[in-house]
Nanobody
Framework: QVQLVESGGGLVQPGGSLRLSCTAS????????MGWYRQAPGKERELVARASSGGSTNYADSVKGRFTISRDNAKNTVYLQMNSLKPEDTAVFYC???????????WGQGTQVTVSS
């Protein structure tokens, strides 16, 4: 089992920045991937960004150039630096951990990000 604890959501004005953090604990094995999905009201959950334990990253087209994902493998923590935030970024952001050995995904409880003036 893997437990995920998220922090860093909140209210920010358009053009502002936020940084999300997520720390995993429990049965942590490699290879794995940690990342973020988001779900806006009335929309499906979508991948925002993901970083593998091997160092590769991928992003949704809508956030490329604005968001940066990074990992501290020693701390089992993933960060999402979000810059130039837009109202359409408003959503609940969920941290995920994928254990590739058993093809299992774990989810955090979600953190609200609201971009509004």
């Amino acid at each position: 089992q893997v437990q995920l604890v998220e922090s860093g959501g909140g209210l920010v004005q358009p053009g502002g920045s936020l940084r999300l953090s997520c720390t995993a604990s429990g049965s942590i094995f490699s290879p794995n991937a940690m990342g973020w999905y988001r779900q806006a009201p009335g929309k499906e959950r979508e991948l925002v960004a993901r970083a593998s334990s091997g160092g590769s990253t991928n992003y949704a087209d809508s956030v490329k150039g604005r968001f940066t994902i990074s990992r501290d493998n020693a701390k089992n923590t993933v960060y999402l630096q979000m810059n130039s935030l837009k109202p359409e970024d408003t959503a609940v952001f969920y941290c995920t951990f994928r254990d590739f050995r058993v093809s299992r995904d774990y989810w955090g409880q979600g953190t609200q990000v609201t971009v509004s003036s």
